[in-house]
Nanobody, 115 residues
Framework: QVQLVESGGDLVQPGGSLRLSCAAS????????MGWYRQAPGKQRELVAV???????NYADSVKGRFTISGDNAKKVVYLQMTNLKPEDTAVYYC?????????WGQGTQVTVSS
């Protein structure tokens, strides 16, 4: 049974920074892709950033230049460094990892940006 555990969500003031972490357990196979999604109240879940096995990264336009995704696909750990946070970044952030042909989700971690 593959499980993803996220951490790092918090309440932060606008302009602040946070680092989210996600670690997968329960599989001996490496992740082919790892990513972060977010869902704000009343909105659909959206892709924030993704990193592939080859190290290619992709970001939502709204976070380019502010967020950085990194990780180790073999160890199945992924991070999201968030800087210059804005109130519109407030959401539950979910980790996603693709291992073999399956897609796994974490339970989500709340990020609230407010003064």
């Amino acid at each position: 049974q593959v499980q993803l555990v996220e951490s790092g969500g918090d309440l932060v003031q606008p302009g602040g920074s946070l680092r989210l972490s996600c670690a997968a357990s329960g599989s001996i196979f490496r992740a082919s892709a790892m990513g972060w999604y977010r869902q704000a109240p009343g909105k659909q879940r959206e892709l924030v950033a993704v990193i592939t096995n080859g190290g290619t990264t992709n970001y939502a336009d709204s976070v380019k230049g502010r967020f950085t995704i990194s990780g180790d696909n073999a160890k199945k750990v992924v991070y999201l460094q968030m800087t210059n946070l804005k109130p519109e970044d407030t959401a539950v952030y979910y980790c996603n990892q693709r291992i073999l042909s399956n897609s796994y989700w974490g339970q989500g971690t709340q990020v609230t940006v407010s003064s």
